[in-house]
């Protein structure tokens, strides 16, 4: 009998275990168990022109990653000289900082490929298993952010291949536990070894809602010294699962980390569900409560958020549905973009990439306008809402508005015109303009909560709510508009109101995110090009290379090195 504290050391601190922190190592070791590898320089670099030199023996494009490196950090795409120069820099000193280890090395970087994994399971008398493949292509700065299980695009053979290569690494390294085989698949199903990781990956709950099986579970009995009770031929694929990863980041702001308190958190009900379609189930595995801090100095995840059905379009359907349901104020997240690829015809055809968001997103993301339908539910939201505030404020005797059925709602810019009685279920809203009628049934909102959940014409919904000064803030997916519900002539003049200008920025450097100063590069006088680094900004482990964006002559720097920054903190302004 062994105690959880060595079980805890049998799992994580063997000899074996430490090479997951190694991937020079662990690229040797692939080849000499005959697993395909990417061609590349594949022992540490000692300088950035030693790694532009190599950059050029092998061709360009290259992938610098740092040996210890992992979730993204410690790795850089380079396409030329430079940026081989500053990516090797950049990738030491993130490998430093996080990890201890600045080794670095450099390999080919295979242009739009697909990230497939393979999980694989051993214990201690010889037995390795794989437990099938999860497609991990959408990434951002190559960190993942949606998984699936099984990938939409390999075949059987290519499956059986994979996983074969897989179990023939571990048994060389007679691996004990759960762990991760890494491979980048070219559109030709060709496929190589990127590395393994010796551990329990962020995604495997999408892995044990295909097998039926707790990998945490099947570690611990690897601990302690358990025979693995099944066989490969027993482990087959039931169904599709989907993972969102949750993070603390600003979409509209090139995905880049937010900190603050988390005032709201509402998660999804986790379960059985009746979807439009199939039944899903959801599985929410988060780490963090409502009032929480998230800083600028771990890592940005929120949650790790599932769904699971019996077919990807129902697996997908489920998720799009349960991000509806999770509500999350106080800083920045990436909820609306997640929302946006469920919806995306690309990612529903399974036609996936890691060049996936930069190919969709070419300009970043900027939320997508209301569809109609979408524009239909935020009316009716929104009009009740405000019924229940001006029934309030007359109930408790204020000076409120007198009730009345005709309004004007404003959309974002577009007005429109309605007529609102109540019905036995809800409210019956008729749009005279348009020639139809939206019914809508809704729950027991009151005033205070985020989110509104209903059922518009047959179809049911959650939206996230905010007052605003006049009217609502109405977010569905990755649809939000400010919201009016207005009298006809106070329509009126809202639609005489000219255009705000925006102030004009120009001059200016600023932080795009809160974080640590690293370096500021620049002094008072000094004539910058565009394209140079004026900044090294760090938060949650990952450095951020701020340049120039036109010539100029610096007029002020703001903080120095070593100074906290805020989220548009001037850096530096131009004379």
Request: hydrophobic share 40%; net charge negative; glycine share 8%.
């Amino acid at each position: 009998q062994k105690t959880a504290y060595e079980i805890y050391q049998c799992d994580w601190s063997s000899d074996v275990c430490s090479s997951d922190l190694d991937k020079i190592a662990s690229k040797k070791l692939a080849n000499e168990a005959k697993v395909n590898t990417i061609p590349g320089w594949n022992d540490a670099i000692e300088s950035p022109e030693q790694a532009v030199k190599i950059a050029q023996d092998i061709g360009y494009p290259v992938m610098i990653k740092a040996s210890a490196g992992g979730g993204g950090k410690g790795l850089r795409v380079a396409f030329n000289d430079k940026e081989a120069f500053e990516g090797f820099s950049s990738c030491r000193n993130e490998a430093k900082n996080s990890f201890g280890d600045d080794r670095v090395f450099i390999e080919k970087f295979v242009e739009s490929p697909r990230h497939i994994e393979i999980q694989v399971l051993g214990d201690g008398h010889g037995n390795v298993v794989y437990l099938h493949e999860r497609e991990c292509s959408i990434q951002r700065r190559h960190q993942k952010v949606i998984e699936e299980a099984p990938s939409p695009f390999i075949s059987e053979a290519t499956r059986k291949a994979m996983g074969e290569q897989a179990v023939a690494l571990a048994k060389a390294v007679k691996y004990q536990s759960a762990g991760t085989v890494e491979f980048v698949v070219g559109k030709d199903q060709d496929f190589y070894f990127l590395e393994m990781n010796t551990r329990l990956q962020v995604e495997h709950p999408v892995t044990e809602c295909i097998t039926g099986l707790d990998l945490v579970e099947q570690m611990i009995r690897s601990a302690y010294g358990e025979k693995m009770a099944f066989g490969q031929s027993d482990l087959k694929i039931n169904g599709w699962a989907i993972e969102s990863r949750i993070y603390a980041e600003d979409p509209y702001r090139g995905f880049l980390p937010s900190i603050g308190r988390l005032v709201r958190y509402e998660q999804p009900e986790e379960g059985e569900h009746e979807g439009a379609g199939a039944p899903y189930v959801v599985r929410n595995d988060t780490g963090v409560r409502e009032g929480d801090e998230i800083s600028m100095f771990y890592d940005p995840m929120i949650a790790k958020l599932c769904t699971w059905s019996e077919t990807r379009e129902g697996a997908i359907d489920g998720m799009a549905r349960a991000l509806e349901d999770l509500a999350l104020e106080g800083l920045g997240h990436n909820t609306p973009f997640l929302s946006a690829v469920m919806d995306q015809e690309r990612f529903r055809s399974g036609k996936l990439a890691t060049s996936y968001i930069p190919d969709e997103f070419p300009d970043g993301f900027h939320g997508l306008e209301p569809t109609a339908a979408q524009a239909d539910l935020m009316t009716a939201a929104a009009v009740c809402m405000h019924r229940s505030a001006v029934a309030r404020a007359r109930k408790a005797g204020g000076a409120g508005p007198l009730p009345r059925d005709e309004w004007v709602v404003m959309v974002g810019k577009a007005a429109r015109r309605v007529l609102v009685t109540e019905a036995e279920t809800g409210l019956s809203i008729e749009l005279p303009d348009e020639g139809r009628t939206v019914a809508l049934q809704t729950t027991a909102w009151r005033p205070g909560q985020g989110q509104f959940r209903g059922v518009v014409d047959g179809r049911a919904f959650t939206a996230t709510v905010k007052p605003a000064a006049d009217g609502f803030v109405i977010r569905h997916r990755a649809a939000e508009a400010r919201v009016r519900v207005l009298t006809p002539k106070v329509a009126d003049l809202y639609a005489r109101l000219p255009e705000r200008q925006a102030a004009d920025t120009s001059k200016l450097i600023v932080s795009p995110m809160p974080g640590l100063v690293v370096s500021l590069d620049v002094a008072p006088g000094q004539e910058v090009k565009e394209g140079e680094t004026v900044a090294v900004i760090e938060a949650m482990k990952m450095q951020n290379i701020i340049k120039a964006e036109r010539d100029g002559v610096v007029k002020s720097v703001g903080p120095k090195a070593g100074d906290s920054v805020a989220a548009d903190e001037v850096l530096v302004e131009f004379a």
